[in-house]
């Protein structure tokens, strides 16, 4: 079967560093995709990654690793305003994405 | 942001209710989903439509019925529901459907089934 697995909850400091790690097994690769999604509100996008390596987006930064299944997302001098939860989803060989459940990151003053 | 709409954005059902919630895309895409959302559970994709035709039916139960009268509109006819679909419904909309483009989302209707 197809999955996507990423820590549930994560807690971290108001100007920190944190990575959200995402592992996938799915039936073929077509990009991964990082959304972020505010309580209530739609996930918007972040990041797509398709080659292996770092992509940096301003505070923001997304890397891939084909070979290992693997991704993070580093967020960099924590606000407030990041607290949300973070999803990681797959494009398979079909191009369907394939999600993972979300990471709800909770940023401490 | 007001790219993709949702209507309502909250909604409370009895069992026997028949409902619709609607969706409406302005970034000219021509294909559209629905994905149910509950908590700390992965999206669940329902439907999706590409230039109005129905592409994806994921074993979705018939008491669920989607509607695309044209590119921008995506209705999801709701009766007979059960409590557990109680969730929030998250309708997208993409610029092709069998590619690498990025989803872009609206903010939901949140449904409680009594």
């Known amino acids: 079967g197809q999955n996507i697995d990423q820590p549930t909850e994560m807690t971290a400091t108001e100007g920190a560093i944190v990575q959200i790690n995402c592992t996938y097994q799915t039936s073929g690769f077509n990009g991964l995709f990082w959304y972020q999604q505010h309580a209530g509100e739609a996930p918007t996008f972040l990041s797509y990654n398709v080659l292996d390596g770092l992509e940096e987006k301003g505070r923001f930064s997304s890397f891939l690793s084909r070979s290992k299944g693997y991704s993070y997302l580093l967020l960099k001098e924590l606000q407030m305003k990041d607290s949300a939860s973070y999803l990681c989803a797959v494009k398979d060989s079909n191009y369907q994405l394939i999600w993972g459940a979300g990471t709800k990151l909770i940023i401490k003053p | 942001e007001t790219g993709v709409t949702q209507t309502p954005r909250h909604l409370v059902m009895g069992m026997t209710n028949k409902k619709s919630l609607k969706c409406e895309q302005h970034l000219g895409h021509n294909a559209m989903y629905w994905y149910k959302q509950s908590a700390k559970k992965p999206l669940e994709l329902m439907f999706v439509?590409?230039?109005?035709?129905?592409?994806e039916n994921n074993s979705v139960p018939s008491r669920f019925s989607p509607e695309c009268p044209n590119s921008s509109h995506l209705f999801l006819h709701l009766h007979t529901l059960q409590p557990e679909d109680s969730a929030l419904y998250l309708c997208?909309?993409?610029?092709?459907?069998?590619?690498?483009?990025?989803?872009?989302f609206g903010p939901g209707t949140r449904l409680l089934v009594l």
């Open positions: 997208a909309s993409s610029q092709g459907s069998t590619g690498v483009e990025t989803q872009y």
């Open positions: 439509y590409s230039l109005e035709e129905r592409v």
